[in-house]
Each structure stands twice: as structure tokens, then as C-alpha cells.
């Protein structure tokens, strides 16, 4: 808007200026009334425009010629039309001194003065970009009050946005678009956040420093941790994992987790275009079954109808039920329950199960290398895709490279040869390993380590388990009946897979089970092993894949629970 | 092998062949001697030699020659090692002529004489081929202890065959394969099927004659079935929906049932390209949540470790977290649960969930229009990827080609319109429709036979439905709040979708709730309500499909318990 002009009083009106010490002339006197009216006027007209500028000058109590460029959406708010509608990640060159449109979070707002705001936007995909909104009326339809309102907006409300697209003098470091930014003509609020946020976007961000399911004590409004990430010198407080989900909106709206939901749908992703490339075809086994037939113990039961019903804690059945019927190779992504009271970092009570079966041309290893493979190529894309979100996950939660084996020397070892290498090698406090027992959890852990020092890699397959390790449905070595075709899969020494070869032979599943102590004519167990009498199945086997666990273990997460979407615990099933 | 020699019975060794009325040298009797014992055991070679040849050609008292070639597979089996490993769908000229290696069903058998059989094998994706075993023992290693063998071998019982690929004179038109046949060499089998099976594939490819839930009659060994199917002059009885399902190998081994998985998994592949194509993310809601929150009737509950837990009945309050936390635009595809004890071809307890939901920049239409976008794209894609499977399917359950709109005369109807045109064009019997509520299943039919008469298309949308008819999370219409942004869509006159504008409103929310009876503060309610308080939620809408109806009513299934891999009812949780 143009400043006042500097001399806003006219002269006096009514001051003679043209008469001598003769009386004027009747004609005199017409023609300087008419003037002095003319001059009267004019002084009016520009008393008028003087006090208009003059009181905008001062704090604006007229008029608010920017009102219809913000404020609260409603349905008479008024956008311009031919705005273009963008998308920060494909902001370009084409774009500067357009008019667009951008929908999108106030990340924050910093008020420069009275006359301009910085107000930080972000879209989906941890993009952000300055906008600057600044009252200059003369060339945008900016008011202070537009920029006193925009300053007030609260962070994490949701936005839309008209503006011009600038270069800035020097680049915006605080910003993923640094070589842009937005002069903002028009801001209306869509959807308001409150004044006061459960938690923070900086403190949603940080490393969550307590994953224990008890509350965590407040001391001067700040929760005392377990860790020391909270003393960071950043300022801002680390949350315990509770309050982040107590504040589910701002836990998911933190770069870091966006960066793991990508890497987790990625992997998915990945999964399923490596497997149909290899002839395998997906089906859905059902979650509610008829009787806990894979083990009475930690499973969930339910009233269905006047009978009883169960939740799958696997699809194990259902994968050799398709292999029977014929689909040759199967796959499913799905969620399997385990009614376990675990409370560790590794556990959930529901978790999505990644898993396949295929039939067995000539041995068990044809199984082991495609589930290496699926592996491997997941290792591999996530890698290649997610560059920059692994690189963001790591700087909240630093991790080392995850290793691979160079192709061809991918290590398999004999769960024998494992658990040599622990005993010879490994602490003293993990060498007490059992033959026919499986390894505790610190056990593979160090043996993992002990991998990594000496194949240069963080996945690994122990092959063989003993017999006594495996469940009833694992095919014993034919060779040596004290062990199983049956292999874990490792990454960073912990288990990410349990596979193997199946039973395929009736009376040699009847064998088993008897041996396993489980009675072959039992609810449940009696229709699987009918299966195998009904018609020819063809030898089999397959593996199960827990995503949650490759999610966190790849980035080396404090928890699968971070890697999950909606975590559920023995203590936790909100939101 | 050779025929027996002619004249097995040599000369009487001991006859004097060289003697005059002198006695004999010396000489001259040790020479006859040498060549009488010469004579002898030349005699006694042949004799054996003859013995075992006739014993052969009688009925191989004595050796099998063959006898390596065939059998119940063991860890002795010998297979040649350079035989070519085939798939059926991919046999071509490239093999005639070459020994080849295929792991197959048996189909059937059908013995031509002592000397041949005919094997039908069949492999993965309904692909069949003529195998020959013919006993011609100079050519072949066959024996027709072989060939009697291989003619006993139980129907459905998997084997691995080695032959030589060759031309037959004329097509065989009885297998899919059929310019070429196999003949066999070798054949072991690797898992046997019964001698009786429980349900023949030609039976399990009949049309499902019932499905009731109820056990059906049986007269004189076959089901007496409610509708004429079992009539029909194949003279395979069709069987009840029950012994499909206590027969679920043969059911799914049915080349019907194959085709209808194959059409299946493409439906969920196209859905998830089309999204991913524009630039929805993929996530997991949980199975197990903490309230009922959608309403308490038709929700299974559960024991959780000294509390109760829930079987989420839609996905529909995570995917609005998931637009909450910044996701912009998500889809899931998963189970979801329906305690409802309807016994319907419409229903099950459990189903599959194609879910989605994204933010809305101007107007609610926009998800309407991106939900017909997949579904068209959907039915288009199993049109063009699934033709085989299509027509297969209709030779056993005949229906009529799927119409749909021409692009750009989509059939959006609103709910209003939808009842003028069955009030003043439906049949008496269903004109009796009510302004506020939704309209019965019949009533949607006969609106769906009116709709493909006039417009020609089995896909249509009805919109704005009323509010009495929608959930409270449905977002009134602004110009008119007795009415929805709310919409079903249909296919051949049966719901597969519903959808609409999401509230995202905190209080509006709360005020629809109490409008609906719903305790804004009641537990699951209430912190489904602060998470639209929680930071600013754009607008938002979405929807669900399910996948059963969508794979049942394109193919015009009598049941979507058809289309499901392991359908669950009030009745029946096996297999």
C-alpha cells in the first residue's frame, strides 16, 4: 500500500487571491466561489483518502483489504481457479513465477516483525518448503493482520495455500525443497490443530527412549526415561513408546516413521514381484479356525455360534492344503496371533506373517535358496529404493550397514556348525550349548556377531536343527533321523524365518506326531493328516517370514514394535 | 525282447558222430568227447536262454526287465540325469523328439490290451497331456509288468515321468495339450492317491449342486440335491457345497476352482498396481482392537490376558488414522470379521478387504471417481488377463458377459433416482421403497436388471444415500443434511462397495454420534474422536470392497462361499 502522501492538508479555502482594493466584480465573486468550492472539494476528497491511510498506517481498525486471502476454510472461501495444484517432490524450474496451490501441514511459523511470517509446510513424504507470507498491499493482497493470523496458526494444522513460486537468495537449509520458495497470497486453515499438541513433531521424532508397557513417571512435565537419549543436546525430550502411542497421529507423522511405513510397504512390495516372477501364486488362509491344531498352548480362542473358534498363529496347514490342491507354489501376506506373554522388543501378539510353500522337485535345498532369494532380493531393493529413507531412519536410530554375502558365497551353515563356532569361538558365558536344543536368544546373538566377524555378513542360514527342535510336521533327515530338513533364517543374529521340508507321507506324519506325543485322531489334526491320504501331495516345503522382524532388524530398530503400524502387546491394544 | 528261439532242444550230446566199424582212435574219442561237451553246455545255455524267454512271453515268472523303470519313488530311484525338465504350458517343437522329465498328476489311466496304457497327466493350471506306456521291449526298456502297473496306478496320485516327446497322428482332444504326447519311459509314483477317492475331479468339477449348510441326504450313495445339476447327461453326480468342503483337496484340484484362484489373485493384483499407480501407500490395520467401536452386535470378542479384545469388523477407523498421520492416500488388503449369523450365498464371518482411503482436495467425488477407476480397471484387466479362466468357469457355471459402461457413461445414479426408476419401472412386487432407507436385496436386484436394460451395464454407483442409512462416521451433505456423501456400488444388482466422505470434524463428529445414539465419550469412541482433535485431519473419504462378491457376481456365481479359498460360515470353520 502507498504511503501517505506528506503534506495531507490543503491550503485554506476561503484565502482571496485575486482581489484588489477596488471591490471585486460580480463576475469575480462567481468565478472565485466556484473555485474556492472546486478547491474545497478537492481538500475533502484528500482529508479522506489521508485518514483511510493514515489509520492503515497505524493498526488497521477500518478495513482489512486481504480478509478474503485467509482465515478458516469454509464453503465460500474463494481460491483462485487457475491455480496450479502442486506437489513438492516435483517442484521444478516450470514452476517459478507461477501461481499454485499446495495442500499441506504448518510444520511452523516464525513471526519476522510485524509486516512478515516464515511459515514451514509439509506434504506427505517428509517435504517441506518455506512460504513467506509478507504485507506489502501495493503488489500482494497482504494485510499485517494476514500476517499476524498466519503467525498464530497452531503447528500441525492442515492448510491450503495459494502463492508464487520463488528462487531464494541463498538456499533454505531448514527445508527438503531448499532451491524454492512460496509467497504466499492466500492461506485458509482446512482443518485447525490444537494450541497445545499431545506431543511434538521434534519430540515424535527423536528416539523413543522407553518401549516398556508400564507407565513411565513425570517429573516437571517431562517423563523420566530409561536411556540417555532424552539429554540430547537438541533440547528436545525423547517420549516413551506409550506416549507415542497415547499421540498415534503425531507418532505417524514423524519423518522417521513415515520412513519405516515406506520401507516396510517396500519390502512387501518386494516380497510379492519376486515370488510371482517365480511362478508362485497368492492365496488368503483364513484367520478363524476350527480347533488350535498347531499346539493347545498360545493361542487365542473365541465364542463362535455356540462353538468355539481360534485365530491362526500360522498358515501352515492352509499353505500344504494349496499344495495339495494343486497350486504348485503359494505365497500369502497375512496377520498371525500368538496368544504369548512376551513382553520383549521382539514380540507382538499379532504380526503380519510373510510366507510361502512350493512343491520339492528334488530336495529340500530348492526351497532354502528361493527363500535366500526372496531375501536377498528384498535386501537388495530396499537398498536400491529407499536410499533416502534408511539414511533418515538412521539418523534418528543409528545403525551399521547391513551386510550381505557376495553372490555365491551366501552362508549356510549346519545348526551343528553354528553351534561349533559358538563353542570354540564364541563368549564364554554362550559357549553352553545343547545338541538337541535350540539356542537361547543371547546365544544367537553372539553367534551372529561371531558371523559377522568372520563371513562379513549380517544374514545367514542355520540348516539341520535337530529333530527335538522342530515341530511335528518338519521332514526328519532321511540320512540321519536325529535331525530335520529344516532351517532358521538370521539377520543380525536374530531369527527371521523358520522353514523347511514338510511331511508329505501320511504314515510317516502319523509316526511323527505320535512321537511329538500329539494323537493323530485329535480335533484338527485328524483332518490334516487326512489330507495327505485323500490324494497324492507332492513333497513340499516352505518358510514363514515375520515383516515386522526384517523391518526392524535391517535398520537395527530398539523394537518390532516401532517397525509395526499398530503394535499389539500382551499390555497394549489402543489405538 | 527277442521271441524264443525255434528249435530250443539241441542234438543228444552222447551220440557217436565219427566212429567206423574199427574202434576209434584214441585220438579221434578225445576230440569227439571235447566237442560233445562243447555241444552240451552250448545246449544248456540255450536251454536256459529259451527258459527265461518263454517264461517271459507266458507271464514273467522270471525277470523284469523293466523293472527299474517304474515303482513308488525311494531315495534308489533312478532317474536320467539328462532328461529335460518341462512344464506342459510351455511344450513345443523345441522338444519333440528329446527325453523329457514332467512331476504330474495322474488324471486317469485307460489300459489298451496287455501291451499299452493310456496315462492322462495333469499338471498345475489345468494343463494335461496323453502319456503312452507301451511294452515293445526292443525299443523301450517297458515290460508289460510295466504297462500292467502303470494301468493300476490310483487316480490323483502324483508321479514323475521321463519319455520322449512326440507327435501324435491326430490331435488328442481329450488334454490341453494336444499336438503332443508323451512316451513314457519311466514313471514312478511320488505320492499315492486311495484307490476310492472321496470325490472324483469330474465330479468336483461339477456345478455345486447345494449350499445349504445342512447335511444333504444320501440315496443309494449319491447326494440327493435340491436343484436338476445332478441330472445332467455326463452322468457325473454333482455334489453339495458340504462334500466339496470335506473334500477341499479334490475341490480345489477342479480345473473350475483353479481358474476361479487364478481370477481371484488377479482381481487383488490389479487392485494393488492401480493404486500404487497413483500413489496410494499400502499398511496393515490390526485384526485385534480394543473396543467394538463400529457398533457391539456382529463383533466377535475374546479373552486377552485378563481383558477383552475385539475382531476388528472393517478396517474403517485405521485407515482414517492412517489419512490422520499423513499418509495422504492408503489401501489395505486383509481379513475382516462379521460375528453375523446370516446364512446366506452372500455372507461369511470372515472375508477379504480391499480397503481405501485418501484425502479429498475439493469435493467428495474424487474418491468416487478413483473407486470406480480401480474397479474398472479390475474388471477390464481379468477380462484381458483371464480370458481362459473366464470361459472356463462359465462351461461350468454358464452366465452372461459382464457389462460394463463405456468410458465417460458411467452410471452414477443417486439413491433418490435409483428408487424413481424401480418405483415407476420395477416389478409391483418391489416398488414399495422408502425415502430413508436402504433398499432389500431383492429390491437391489430388480434395480439392477432395470439399470441393464436401460443404460447396459451390470456396474453402476448410487450416491447421496440418506442419513438414517449410513454409519455415524458418514459426513452429512452439506446442502442437504438428510442426505450423505455416501455411495454403493454394484455389480449385476448386488452391493460389492461401500463409501463415502469421512467427518473430520471433531464436533461435527460428535454431534452425528449423538444423533446416531453413540456416546461420544464410550470406550473406542472416544479416542477414535481425539484423534480428529489431536492436529489438524484433512478432508478425507474412502471405501471397501469385497473381493469375494467382486470374484463372485463378475462371474455370476451362485455363492461367493465359491470364490473364497476356505469359506467361513455360522456353521462351519473346517477345513
Given at each position: 500500500m502507498a504511503e501517505p502522501s506528506s503534506n495531507p492538508v490543503p491550503p485554506p479555502a476561503d484565502?482571496?487571491?485575486?482581489?484588489?482594493?477596488?471591490?471585486?466584480?460580480?463576475?469575480?465573486?462567481?468565478?472565485?466561489?466556484?473555485?474556492?468550492?472546486?478547491?474545497?472539494?478537492?481538500?475533502?476528497?484528500?482529508?479522506?483518502?489521508?485518514?483511510?491511510?493514515?489509520?492503515?498506517?497505524?493498526?488497521?481498525?477500518?478495513?482489512?483489504?486481504?480478509?478474503?486471502?485467509?482465515?478458516?476454510?469454509?464453503?465460500?472461501?474463494?481460491?483462485?481457479?487457475?491455480?496450479?495444484?502442486?506437489?513438492?517432490?516435483?517442484?521444478?524450474?516450470?514452476?517459478?513465477?507461477?501461481?499454485?496451490?499446495?495442500?499441506?501441514?504448518?510444520?511452523?511459523?516464525?513471526?519476522?516483525?510485524?509486516?512478515?511470517?516464515?511459515?514451514?509446510?509439509?506434504?506427505?513424504?517428509?517435504?517441506?518448503?518455506?512460504?513467506?507470507?509478507?504485507?506489502?498491499?501495493?503488489?500482494?493482497?497482504?494485510?499485517?493482520?494476514?500476517?499476524?493470523?498466519?503467525?498464530?496458526?497452531?503447528?500441525?494444522?492442515?492448510?491450503?495455500?495459494?502463492?508464487?513460486?520463488?528462487?531464494?537468495?541463498?538456499?533454505?537449509?531448514?527445508?527438503?525443497?531448499?532451491?524454492?520458495?512460496?509467497?504466499?497470497?492466500?492461506?485458509?486453515?482446512?482443518?485447525?490443530?490444537?494450541?497445545?499438541?499431545?506431543?511434538?513433531?521434534?519430540?515424535?521424532?527423536?528416539?523413543?527412549?522407553?518401549?516398556?508397557?508400564?507407565?513411565?513417571?513425570?517429573?516437571?512435565?517431562?517423563?523420566?526415561?530409561?536411556?540417555?537419549?532424552?539429554?540430547?543436546?537438541t533440547g528436545v525430550p525423547a517420549a516413551s513408546m506409550l506416549t507415542h502411542l497415547d499421540n498415534i497421529i503425531m507418532h505417524k507423522r514423524a519423518p522417521v516413521q513415515q520412513a519405516i511405513a515406506d520401507i516396510r510397504m517396500e519390502v512387501k512390495d518386494l516380497f510379492r514381484s519376486y515370488l510371482k516372477s517365480h511362478g508362485f501364486?497368492?492365496?488368503?488362509?483364513?484367520?478363524?479356525?476350527?480347533?488350535?491344531?498347531?499346539?493347545?498352548?498360545?493361542?487365542?480362542?473365541?465364542?463362535y455360534f455356540g462353538t468355539e473358534a481360534f485365530l491362526a498363529q500360522s498358515p501352515q496347514f492352509y499353505k500344504q492344503y494349496e499344495i495339495a490342491g494343486g497350486r504348485k507354489r503359494v505365497y500369502c501376506v497375512g496377520p498371525v496371533f500368538r496368544a504369548e506373554n512376551s513382553n520383549t522388543p521382539r514380540h507382538m501378539t499379532e504380526f503380519t506373517g510373510l510366507d510361502l510353500e512350493m512343491e520339492i522337485k528334488k530336495d529340500y535345498t530348492e526351497v532354502l535358496h528361493m527363500l535366500e532369494g526372496v531375501l536377498l532380493y528384498i535386501f537388495r531393493g530396499i537398498k536400491e529404493r529407499c536410499a533416502e529413507e534408511i539414511e533418515l531412519v538412521r539418523s534418528v536410530y543409528p545403525s551399521e550397514e547391513f551386510l550381505l554375502p557376495e553372490a555365491g558365497k551366501e552362508v549356510r551353515l549346519t545348526f551343528a556348525e553354528g553351534q561349533k563356532l559358538l563353542r570354540e569361538e564364541g563368549p564364554e558365558e554362550y559357549r553352553n550349548v545343547s545338541d538337541d536344543e535350540d539356542m537361547s536368544t543371547p546365544q544367537e546373538k553372539a553367534l551372529g556377531r561371531l558371523i559377522r566377524e568372520k563371513y562379513n555378513t549380517d544374514f545367514y542360514v542355520l540348516d539341520k536343527f535337530p529333530e527335538g527342535a522342530r515341530p511335528f510336521y518338519a521332514k526328519e533327515d532321511p540320512a540321519n533321523p536325529s535331525l530335520t530338513n529344516a532351517y532358521d533364517f538370521f539377520m543380525r543374529g536374530q531369527e527371521i524365518l523358520s522353514g523347511g521340508?514338510?511331511?508329505?507321507?501320511?504314515?510317516?506324519?502319523?509316526?511323527?506326531?505320535?512321537?511329538?506325543?500329539?494323537?493323530?485322531?485329535?480335533?484338527?489334526?485328524?483332518?490334516?493328516?487326512?489330507?495327505?491320504?485323500?490324494?497324492?501331495?507332492?513333497?513340499?516345503?516352505?518358510?514363514?517370514?515375520?515383516?515386522?522382524?526384517?523391518?526392524?532388524?535391517?535398520?537395527?530398530?530398539?523394537?518390532?514394535?516401532?517397525?509395526?503400524?499398530?503394535?499389539?502387546?500382551?499390555?497394549?491394544?489402543?489405538?
Open positions: 484565502t482571496p487571491t485575486e482581489a484588489g482594493e477596488e471591490g471585486p466584480s460580480k463576475k469575480a465573486l462567481k468565478k472565485a466561489e466556484a473555485k474556492a468550492k472546486k478547491e474545497a472539494e478537492k481538500a475533502k476528497r484528500a482529508a479522506e483518502r489521508a485518514a483511510a491511510a493514515g489509520a492503515s498506517a497505524s493498526s488497521a481498525q477500518l478495513e482489512d483489504l486481504a480478509k478474503e486471502n485467509y482465515g478458516q476454510e469454509t464453503h465460500t472461501t474463494k481460491l483462485d481457479a487457475d491455480a496450479t495444484e502442486i506437489t513438492l517432490k516435483t517442484l521444478g524450474d516450470e514452476h517459478v513465477g507461477k501461481t499454485v496451490e499446495l495442500r499441506a501441514w504448518v510444520q511452523n511459523s516464525r513471526m519476522q516483525g510485524a509486516k512478515m511470517v516464515f511459515v514451514e509446510l509439509r506434504e506427505f513424504g517428509n517435504w517441506t518448503i518455506q512460504g513467506i507470507v509478507a504485507a506489502n498491499p501495493e503488489q500482494t493482497p497482504v494485510s499485517r493482520q494476514m500476517v499476524k493470523w498466519v503467525g498464530s496458526t497452531n503447528d500441525e494444522s492442515f492448510c491450503v495455500v495459494q502463492g508464487t513460486v520463488q528462487k531464494p537468495l541463498e538456499p533454505v537449509k531448514s527445508c527438503r525443497v531448499s532451491n524454492y520458495e512460496l509467497h504466499i497470497t492466500k492461506l485458509f486453515v482446512v482443518a485447525s490443530a490444537p494450541a497445545m499438541l499431545g506431543m511434538t513433531l521434534a519430540a515424535a521424532n527423536r528416539p523413543i527412549a522407553n518401549f516398556s508397557d508400564e507407565e513411565v513417571p513425570v517429573e516437571d512435565g517431562v517423563e523420566k526415561l530409561s536411556i540417555a537419549a532424552s539429554s540430547e543436546p501364486k497368492e492365496f488368503e488362509p483364513p484367520c478363524l479356525i476350527g480347533a488350535a491344531s498347531e499346539g493347545g498352548s498360545n493361542v487365542f480362542g473365541l465364542k521340508q514338510r511331511i508329505n507321507d501320511p504314515t510317516e506324519l502319523e509316526a511323527r506326531l505320535r512321537k511329538k506325543g500329539v494323537d493323530p485322531s485329535s480335533q484338527g489334526i485328524k483332518e490334516y493328516v487326512q489330507v495327505f491320504r485323500d490324494a497324492g501331495v507332492p513333497p513340499h516345503g516352505g518358510g514363514g517370514i515375520g515383516l515386522d522382524r526384517v523391518v526392524a532388524w535391517y535398520l537395527n530398530l530398539p523394537s518390532v514394535h516401532l517397525a509395526a503400524y499398530y503394535p499389539r502387546t500382551p499390555k497394549r491394544l489402543l489405538p
